[in-house]
Nanobody, 120 residues
Framework: QVQLVESGGGLVQPGGSLRLSCAAS????????MSWYRQAPGKERELVAF????????NYALFVKGRFTISRDNAKNMMYLQMNSLNPEDTAVYSC?????????????WGQGTQVTVSS
């Protein structure tokens, strides 16, 4: 029933841009904090950015701040990550993550991920 489906990944040259999307269904999207994570080969998964349930607050990892923008559209159950000025170090599988703001119990969900490859 619950689904988080990422899209928009692909191959891009250094300095280029991509826009990732995360489509949510099967839960009350507007009550969930949403995040983007990424994991490169041989590295641990790391937080890229998060956005609060109403979209009023965002925060970013230092390594992407100023280049990436996280946003959401609760009317469409969608979350986005606009990625600009990409470099090879951004190559990773990017996944969306949902965490409930209501409890108990708390609930959280992972998407399957989308591959981003930055290479010339």
């Amino acid at each position: 029933q619950v689904q988080l489906v990422e899209s928009g990944g692909g191959l891009v040259q250094p300095g280029g841009s991509l826009r990732l999307s995360c489509a949510a269904s099967g839960f009350t999207f507007s009550t969930y904090t949403m995040s983007w994570y990424r994991q490169a080969p041989g590295k641990e998964r790391e937080l890229v950015a998060f956005i609060t349930s109403g979209g009023d607050t965002t925060n970013y990892a230092l390594f992407v701040k100023g280049r990436f923008t996280i946003s959401r559209d609760n009317a469409k159950n969608m979350m986005y990550l606009q990625m600009n000025s990409l470099n090879p170090e951004d190559t990773a599988v990017y996944s969306c993550y949902a965490q409930s703001t209501t409890w108990s119990p708390t609930r959280s969900y992972w998407g399957q991920g989308t591959q981003v490859t930055v290479s010339s």
